[in-house]
């Protein structure tokens, strides 16, 4: 029988394993929320015994199926450059009826290639770099504000600001009770009241940019993200995909684990 945490009646259960969201996640199944929606609509089971709680843990994926059918080995982390165009929702399916990345990425992907999970996300009318991984793993340890990698931005505004002004974001700031963190932010060009301003933040809250950038009486017209760490857009086609290297991926994660024992 799989173990539970918390048996009643008794102490933490031994961790000889990890929870089955956590691994179906890094086999590139499904996000850890998705996992746990589809535990509850009781599509995984066990050896043939339906799952109740996504607390299960498991030492492997050995005997376990999703919608009847086993789970594959995990494959080796791959990661992949995005240059989402703006007007697709970063989720798997939108209760409005609106396109999603994946609705592009049908296209985009190469043929063959495993179920991919978007790191972090772009809001609908946001484009520019979105990352794309099958591990589940490497998704969470991206986006922990913990692992403070940087994502830079432009932003096409409308309205005035000062270099000053902007330059005092990197104190951070908060905005109708919301803590926003120190923000590295120059002022590219200006014509007129038009004006490309550069912004480099690490925390990535919902709408951070565009909240900032107002509460300094700015209008943004174009916010593009142009880089996430290491990783940037460069000259990639708008809709279209490239994979990361195998070489680079695998540098990236041990640096990501360094910087994050610190």
Known sequence: MPQNDTPKGHGPAPRDGERIAKLLARAG??????????????????????????????????GVTVDGR????AEAARLFRFH?????ITAERDPAGRPTIYTALRNALPKGTPRVMPIGRLDLNTEGLLL??????LKRAMELP????PRTYRARAH??????????????????????GPIDAHLERRTGRNQWIELT?????NREVRRVLEHLGLKVSRLLRTAYGSFLLGDLPR???????????????KQLARETRK
């Open 84 to 88: 989402k165009p703006s007007g697709l």
């Open 239 to 253: 809709g279209a995909t490239e994979e990361v290297r195998q070489v680079d991926v695998e540098r990236f994660r």
């Open 132 to 137: 794309l991984t099958n591990d589940g793993g």
């Open 29 to 62: 199944v499904a996000s850890r929320r998705e996992v746990e929606r589809m535990i509850a609509d009781g599509r995984i089971a066990l050896d043939g015994n339906v799952l109740e709680t996504p607390a299960t843990i498991l030492p492997d994926l050995k």
């Open 70 to 73: 086993p789970v594959a080995r």
């Open 201 to 205: 933040l690490t925390e990535g809250k």
């Open 159 to 180: 309205g005035d600001v000062t270099q000053s002004q902007l330059e005092d974001l990197i104190d951070g700031l908060t905005i109708d009770g919301i803590r926003y």
């Open 146 to 149: 913990a692992s403070g990698i």
